[in-house]
Antibody
Framework: EVQLVESGGGLVQPGGSLRLSCAAS????????MSWVRQAPGKGLEWVST????????HYADSVKGRFTISRDDFKNTVYLHMNSLRAEDSAVYYC?????????????WGQGTLVTVSA | DIVMTQSPDSLAVSLGERATINCKSS????????????LAWYQQKPGQPPKLLIY???TRESGVPDRFSGSGSGTDFTLTVSSLQAEDVAVYYC?????????FGGGTKVEIK
C-alpha cells in the first residue's frame, strides 16, 4: 500500500524558513517523480514543484522559483521542500504527491497534507 | 503557461442524474507523437486530499467506479458522472501535464439538488 506522510509544517514569520518532509512507502521510490502541491484555505490546487525520478531534474512554479528547493533522498525514501523567504501568500496546506511516472505528470497518490502558516 | 478553465463553477444534480463538468485548455495538450492527451481529473472531498479519477483524459484509475468517465481531445475535455451518488459530492479539478508549469483548473463544486 502506497503511503505518503508529510511533516514539518507550522507557523513561521514572514521572511522565515521551513523544511517540509514527505516519507514514502509502498512503491519503488527511486523510479518515480515526486511533487509538492499546495492549497490555500478555501482555494484551489496549485502545483509547486517536482523532482524527477532516477536522478532527474527539478521543476518549480514561478511563484516559488528562487525561494523553494525540492530534493530527495532515495535511501530514506523521502522528499523535501526547503522553503525560504516565506510570504503570507505561501500560507497553505502542502500536499506531497507521487507522480504516475519518472517525469512530471499526473499525481496518483497524495499525502494528507501539512499546514504552513506565514504570519507575524 | 497553459491555462485550464473549468465550467461551471458549481452545479447541483439530483441523485441518479448525470453530472457533466467541462475543462478547456488554452492550448492543445495532445501530444501528437503518441496520440495521448496529457489531462487528468481529480475529486476532492472536504477535509481530504485530492483523489485521482482519470488520466490520459479517459483512462479510469484503478478502483474508481465506472460511473465516472472522461472524454475529449486537444483543448476540450469533459468529466461525466453518469448517475450521481451521495458520495460524489465534492470539488472536481482538471490538470494538464503537457508541459511545465503543471496547472489545474479552478474547480467545480458538485452538490445534490
Amino acid at each position: 500500500e502506497v503511503q505518503l506522510v508529510e511533516s514539518g509544517g507550522g507557523l513561521v514569520q514572514p521572511g522565515g524558513s521551513l523544511r517540509l518532509s514527505c516519507a514514502a512507502s509502498g512503491f519503488i521510490f527511486t523510479n518515480y517523480a515526486m511533487s509538492w502541491v499546495r492549497q490555500a484555505p478555501g482555494k484551489g490546487l496549485e502545483w509547486v514543484s517536482t523532482i524527477s525520478g532516477g536522478g532527474g531534474g527539478t521543476h518549480y512554479a514561478d511563484s516559488v522559483k528562487g525561494r523553494f528547493t525540492i530534493s530527495r533522498d532515495d535511501f530514506k525514501n523521502t522528499v523535501y521542500l526547503h522553503m525560504n523567504s516565506l510570504r503570507a501568500e505561501d500560507s497553505a496546506v502542502y500536499y506531497c504527491a507521487k507522480d504516475g511516472g519518472s517525469s512530471p505528470q499526473f499525481f496518483d497518490y497524495w499525502g494528507q497534507g501539512t499546514l504552513v502558516t506565514v504570519s507575524a | 503557461d497553459i491555462v485550464m478553465t473549468q465550467s461551471p463553477d458549481s452545479l447541483a444534480v439530483s441523485l441518479g442524474e448525470r453530472a457533466t463538468i467541462n475543462c478547456k485548455s488554452s492550448q492543445s495538450v495532445l501530444y501528437t507523437s503518441n496520440n495521448k492527451n496529457y489531462l487528468a481529473w481529480y475529486q476532492q472531498k472536504p477535509g481530504q486530499p485530492p483523489k485521482l479519477l482519470i488520466y490520459w483524459a479517459s483512462t479510469r484509475e484503478s478502483g474508481v467506479p465506472d460511473r465516472f468517465s472522461g472524454s475529449g481531445s486537444g483543448t476540450d475535455f469533459t468529466l461525466t458522472v453518469s448517475s450521481l451518488q451521495a458520495e460524489d459530492v465534492a470539488v472536481y479539478y482538471c490538470q494538464h501535464y503537457y508541459s511545465i508549469p503543471l496547472t489545474f483548473g479552478g474547480g467545480t463544486k458538485v452538490e445534490i439538488k
